[in-house]
């Protein structure tokens, strides 16, 4: 029997207290829900210090074979992608981060603070995607912003898609 709309934000709700999967939170880090178009992030619960790993990153692995992972799958190496399970799938990307994301095990990332984080900040990686169709526009406010979610090296590339793009339409 198909579930309906209230049973299955009644069943949720109570599903999320013991998961804590969509409000997570620790001593180190929480996700916070801020609505509209800005989402979920992730936010300091306490200061870091620049050099200090601030949670693992694990997550389900997907072989780079029958990869089907979505667009926030970590490449690990040839072989695998690490799917970001609670709270690293919600780090959002800037183009001015206080992160950065490193592999520390052969299954997991770390994020290092990369300058002194307050208590209360967002924290966030420079997510250094490659150009591609789908590429959203970056709206991390920067001062440095970029315009497009997409390394550095890879803008002239995104431009000339975007570019496509619009005479497409
Ligand atoms: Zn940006």
Not at 92 to 113: F, R, Y
Request: with cysteine; proline share 3%.
């Amino acid at each position: 029997m198909e579930l309906s709309k209230k049973r299955r934000r009644k069943l949720q709700s109570a599903i999320d207290l013991d998961y804590g999967y969509r409000r997570y939170e620790d001593r180190d880090v929480y996700v916070l829900d801020r609505g509209g178009k800005v989402g979920c992030g992730v936010f300091a619960a306490r200061q870091f210090f620049p050099g200090e790993l601030l949670f693992e990153i694990t997550g389900q692995l997907i072989s780079a074979k029958s990869y089907d992972g979505s667009t926030y799958a970590m490449h690990l190496d040839d072989d695998w992608y690490l799917e970001p399970s609670i709270p690293g799938a919600f780090v959002n990307h800037s183009c001015s981060p206080n992160c950065d994301l490193l592999q520390i095990t052969d299954v997991t990332n770390g994020l290092i603070a990369t300058c002194n984080i307050e208590a209360g900040t967002e924290v966030c990686f420079d997510y250094q995607w490659e150009a591609q169709w789908w590429i959203p526009r970056c709206r991390c406010g920067a001062r440095n912003c970029r315009g497009w979610v997409v390394a550095e090296n890879e803008i002239k590339k995104m431009k000339r898609i975007a570019e496509r793009k619009k005479k497409a339409r």
